[in-house]
Nanobody, 124 residues
Framework: QVQLVESGGGLVQAGGSLRLSCAASGRTFSGYNMGWFRQAPGKVREFVAR????????NYSDSVKGRFTISRDNARNTVYLQMNSLKAEDTAVYYCAASDRFGVTSAAGLYDYWGQGTQVNVSS
């Protein structure tokens, strides 16, 4: 079992920045692909970014590429999402997720563990 707890959400003006954190406990953190997803009101959950266990492979959705940066610190069992140049359309609940399946990237269904989410509101 892996337990995930997100933090760092809040209210920010458009153009601003936030850094989300996701602390993991349980089994060996470095063995997990870690993903960030988001869900806006009335919309389906969508992929944001993903990082492999050793940090050597990273993927982003087209909507955040160049603005968001995913990283991880395996010594601290934490994954981060640095969000810059925020837009109103980035407003959503952000979730981190973990998967020990080889090659998993953007498919939410392949992630087995999820955090409770943290709200990000971007005012225009």
């Amino acid at each position: 079992q892996v337990q995930l707890v997100e933090s760092g959400g809040g209210l920010v003006q458009a153009g601003g920045s936030l850094r989300l954190s996701c602390a993991a406990s349980g089994r060996t953190f470095s063995g997990y692909n870690m993903g960030w997803f988001r869900q806006a009101p009335g919309k389906v959950r969508e992929f944001v970014a993903r990082i492999s266990g050793n940090g050597g492979s990273i993927n982003y959705s087209d909507s955040v590429k160049g603005r968001f940066t995913i990283s991880r610190d395996n010594a601290r069992n934490t994954v981060y999402l640095q969000m810059n140049s925020l837009k109103a359309e980035d407003t959503a609940v952000y979730y981190c997720a973990a998967s020990d399946r080889f090659g998993v990237t953007s498919a939410a269904g392949l992630y087995d563990y999820w955090g409770q989410g943290t709200q990000v509101n971007v005012s225009s």
